[in-house]
């Protein structure tokens, strides 16, 4: 069985292009090792292969979920004859079985050579179809399209044409970490940073032993998803339990929660200087909560030196919530759990804060102590593709 695996947006990345076709290509090998699948670069597409025993809907599940792929196709081939005689044994072959009452061929002469035009292979093809099948022609509304592509010495064929996710190969934008919650934001915050072709390391700050280890849980869980779009996950799990006490004991409670952020930030930073990352995420939208205000947020993103992106900064809770159903984070997002961020929170948190207030309330704490001492209980889990739950890639994203 074979597969032509296509892309879009890194056609226009001119002498790059090479680096982000070979990122592909190498995300495409990844995302099907375990079906033996052979990937090849062929001219300005990708071919999948795999033995004709590998069922066509675990193979389909993975090309769904490689960012880069705008769409792909089962193929199948002919050479190419002039006369098309190959080209109309395979057609009819393959047509065996199927039933539609109305069809079209779209042709692309890739090959220029070929002694055929692309009018002229649709006209005969379409002659032939109608012939062997009796369906008619419709070139508006038919119920298959069948796609011919004249490619050097072959014809390739295909019935269809699959959506990819689209984006850019995971890796080719370089490493992230990426702060993950047990709650709605954080996991689709990462999984559009792995869109944008970048490799997104996890952290999750908890407060165990203080609450009970379902954050943790569902952090693991939120790992294990989104491994089957960057295919390895690494979710650093960090204790801040000490931490957030420190801050009760000696800070104004009205800038706990900034506080907290401004700590979550730093622990975020030292980890991505450990790892090679070279920015945070989080999944911050504007005005949504308390410290998510944009005064809060300048003086949250004045702790560390890394920029801060924030992919759902524009996005309202609605629009979250639609993505977060999509990709399959929803409900593992919305198990009950105790958020270390709602520990010690006063009911009136500023939305405001002045970064002067703020650094004075630091000044009476061991900001690199309590940042080394949390680290120094962080620890490190893995996750494969192999670890990802199954089921189809979302089609709303």
């Not at 062997?132 to 419709?138: A, K, Q």
């Not at 997104?200 to 779009?229: E, Y």
């Not at 420190?246 to 800070?251: E, I, M, R, S």
């Not at 809770?317 to 198990?335: M, R, Y």
């Amino acid at each position: 069985m074979q597969v032509i695996a296509r892309y879009h947006e890194i056609a226009l990345k001119g002498r790059n292009r090479p680096f982000f076709v070979r990122g592909l290509a190498f995300n495409l090998r990844r995302a099907t090792a375990d079906l033996d699948a052979r990937v090849q670069i062929v001219g300005s597409r990708l071919s999948v292969s795999v033995a004709d025993s590998v069922p066509w809907e675990a193979l389909k599940e993975r090309l769904e979920r490689v960012f880069g792929v705008r769409n792909f196709a089962r193929v199948f081939e002919a050479p190419a004859d002039p006369e098309l005689l190959a080209l109309k044994a395979a057609v009819g072959l393959a047509l065996l079985g199927r039933t539609y009452a109305s069809f079209r061929i779209t042709c692309r002469r890739s090959w220029k050579q070929f002694a055929l035009k692309s009018q002229d292979i649709e006209r005969e093809l379409g002659a032939f179809v109608n012939a062997e099948t009796g369906w008619r022609v419709d070139l508006h509304h038919p119920e298959l399209t069948l796609l011919v592509e004249v490619i050097k010495d072959r014809v390739l064929f295909s019935f269809e044409k699959l959506a990819g996710p689209g984006g850019m190969p995971v890796g080719t934008s370089g490493r992230v970490v990426g702060l993950l919650s047990g709650g709605i934001d954080s996991p689709v915050a990462a999984w559009r940073l792995m869109k944008r072709g970048c490799r997104v390391t996890l952290v999750n700050c908890h407060a165990f032993p203080l609450q009970d280890r379902t954050m943790i849980d569902k952090a693991r869980d939120l790992a294990r998803l989104l491994a089957r779009w960057q295919y390895k996950s690494r979710l650093w799990l960090v204790p801040i339990a000490e931490l957030q006490q420190t801050v009760v004991a000696h800070a104004p409670a009205a800038l706990r929660v900034v506080l907290y952020r401004r700590f979550m930030l730093r622990i975020a930073e030292q980890l991505a200087f450990k790892v090679g990352a070279k920015a945070l995420v989080t999944g911050e939208s504007l005005g949504q909560v308390a410290s998510q205000t944009l005064d809060n947020l300048r003086t949250i993103d004045a702790a560390v030196t890394l920029p801060v992106l924030r992919p759902l900064i524009g996005l309202d809770k609605e629009e979250i919530v639609a993505q977060a159903q999509a990709l399959g984070s929803f409900e593992i997002s919305t198990l009950p759990d105790q958020d270390c961020c709602q520990l010690f929170v006063p009911r009136s948190p500023a939305l405001a804060a002045k970064l002067e207030e703020v650094l004075a309330a630091e000044a009476g704490l061991d900001v690199e102590g309590l940042v080394r001492s949390a680290l120094k209980g962080a620890k490190l889990e893995r996750f494969d593709i192999a670890d990802a739950p199954a089921g189809p890639a979302p089609a709303a994203l």
